[in-house]
């Protein structure tokens, strides 16, 4: 069992910057690959970045390559999503989880099998 508590998120303008945090308790950190998903209002939750348990390989949605960075530190038990250039579309509630094949980098938000609570990120034009 693995707990996950997501910080990071507020209210900024596009073109503007944030850095998502989740922070995991529990079971070994880096047994785990861990991911990014979002969920708009109204809209079904999806992929948004992934990253392998030792950070070397990385998955990410077409919507956010070239302006997300997905990584880890598993010293310190934490996955971080460095989001740029935000525009008004990636508004949504950001969750981190985290899949126990570790060496996958999933986009299907059924190969994870822990969720954190969700921070909310509202990008205004």
């Known amino acids: 069992q693995v707990q996950l508590v997501e910080s990071g998120g507020g209210s900024v303008q596009a073109g503007d910057s944030l850095r998502l945090s989740c922070a995991a308790s529990?079971?070994?950190?880096?047994?785990?690959?861990m991911g990014w998903f979002r969920q708009a209002p109204g809209k079904e939750r999806e992929f948004v970045a992934a990253?392998?348990?030792?950070?070397?390989?990385?998955n990410y949605a077409d919507s956010v390559k070239g302006r997300f960075t997905i990584s880890r530190d598993n010293a310190k038990n934490t996955v971080y999503l460095q989001m740029n250039s935000l525009k008004p579309e990636d508004t949504a509630v950001y969750y981190c989880?985290?899949?126990?094949?570790?060496?996958?980098?999933?986009?299907?938000?059924?190969?994870?099998?822990?969720w954190g609570q969700g921070t909310q990120v509202t990008v205004s034009s």
């Open positions: 989880a985290a899949d126990r094949i570790a060496s996958r980098t999933s986009a299907s938000s059924t190969a994870y099998h822990y």
């Open positions: 529990g079971r070994t950190f880096s047994s785990y690959a």
């Open positions: 990253i392998n348990w030792s950070g070397g390989i990385t």
